[in-house]
């Protein structure tokens, strides 16, 4: 904080100098303030400037190379500014060129370098119209500075040749530093930061003390110490004061009114001197950058058509696709539907799906995760309609495919797109409904197939919709797959194995319904149950059993928790009673049990004994025939032990050789 006071400190007592010589400008140019005013003065003034200038070099690392070589080239210029107060102040005629020269013209080409950099550093990927928009701006500049002062120059060129190249080297220098930094402007979109615009002040001082200068040279009308002078010193203190402004940060730009002007401004300067041109006479130099910023801002007009063209094409692609899928969405069906171009005789199908389960995979897994699993759908979609049509995402959990079934059974296909929509795993099943409209059979314009569809697949939504008692059902089969794994395939084989046996005693659908949910749930009561009970490796003490012996009473109670499956309640207290009375919980014998209680019990002792259980290994089929035989009248129902052998007899009769059925319970 100290060292900046300190730099504008020095700053301050410069400027304040050069108001007052600014002032005594204006007022009298001539006029004797002691040595205050003395010519050697501002020489001094400048120098304090270029230290100061190369502090900054020396104390801040941010851009140093750019920022060392403007102040070497305001150096030089000082060099030369001494120099030429030494010697040539009141020289009657000034030579040329004089080493005050060297100085002077090694500052363009230094400041120039440095400010390239800058440039680079400060203006990262500028697009390519912004390029062309400076280029226009410093072609028009330097169109205007050749009309101003480059002919005057070459008029009253001499004979020699080095007395006329450093002549037309002033104006030709400034014309390129000057046309760059408008073009840098230009390129950074108009925006005048605090450093780039004193930079860009004080190198257009220099631009419009030169031009003065060389006009006034010409005319051998050159008077020094006057405010010409003055106009110099301040232009390369503003350069130098520069160095110490940070650069502001880059923001985004937005489009404006000015993006636009600027170029139309400079390319019209271009117009202009053309036109001026055919009135007057204008120089070769300034008519040729005329009309290069012209070529140039054609060159603008062809690449702005070019960019607004592929944004258009970006735009409509957007508004066709969906953005989480990539799929495309319900603008892009609408139209392939309303630009159909069907050869005779062929029909397209439009099938809309709805997705099943998904609102509560949302709500269990988290929107990322639905997010996710949308966009694996969406994929699978696309994967199967590949060759066969196109898949939509309509928004939300709503995907539509539009098939061309050629040849193909349409069935087939829609079984398959609703399988590409349907994914499983741990703790949940996504799966899918729709409706179909045949194209243009049943609907000729987009809306109304999209009506129809929709109409077809949320009847087809509402005919598969589960009953209030197969919810309750599956909410409490997933329950105690979550509490007990190893259940799921046991209640399986054993839902199965009753249902047969049901069939085979000729029982009512709504007997057999009542079997199969029994099944399904009669181990419900095992969720409270311990684990280190439910999975003991070895024989259970009594207290232990009256664990078990508690679960189908608990049982009981969960499934009469839900009135849809209150009627199945009995079934699951029932599951543990004997055909002779010695079961639990009730001590409930023949024919007072209930038939559905009766199969599930028979069913479920017949899959105990032919599979692995924690305390023994499981029995061959033929030793689990012959213990339910020997059960029969005691355990079991006789009448249901007859039908559970001929149903199991039957499937390994027809299960072939060798087969998943056949092996499920291998005879040792």
Known sequence: MTRNRIVWAGYTLVFGWLLAAVVRGLVDPHADLGPFFSRFVHDGVLAIACVLAFARVALKREERLAWALIAAGLTAWTAGEIYYTSVLWTATVVPLPSPADVGYLLMPPLVLTGLVLLVRNRMHRAPRTRIIDGLVAALAIGAISAALVFSTVADQATGKVLSNAVALAYPLLDLVLLGFVVGALAGIGWRFDRSWGTLALGVALFWAADSVYLIQTAHDAFVSDTIIDTAWWIGLTLMSAAAWIPAQRQERLRAGLRLILMPLLFASTGLALLVYGNIAHL????????????????????????LNTHMLHR?????????????????????????????????????????????????????PAGDALLQRLGHALGNFLDGRGTAYRMGGDEFCALIRPGDEVVDPILTGTAGALSEHGRGFTVTSSYGSVILPLEAADADAAMKLADQRMYAQKNAGRASAGRQSTDVLLRALAERSPGLTEHLQHVTDLAVGIAHELALTDDEISQVRVGAELHDIGKVAVPDEILHKPSALDDDEWEFIHGHALIGERIVAAAPSLRHIAPVVRATHERWDGTGYPDGLSGRVIPVAARIIAAAEAFDAMTHDLPYRARMTTEAAFSELRACAGTQFDPVVVSALLKVEQRAREAAPAGSAASAARPVR
């Open 315 to 367: 735009s409509q692609g957007e508004a066709m696709t969906d953005a989480l899928t990539g799929l495309p969405n319900r603008r892009a069906l609408a139209r392939d539907i309303d630009t159909l171009d069907l050869a005779e005789g062929e029909t397209l199908v439009l099938a809309l799906f709805d997705l099943d389960g998904f609102k509560l995979y949302n709500d269990t897994f988290g929107h």
């Open 283 to 306: 120089d070769w130099l300034a008519t040729t950058l005329a009309a290069l910023a012209l070529v140039a801002t054609m060159l603008r007009l062809l690449l702005s058509f070019q």
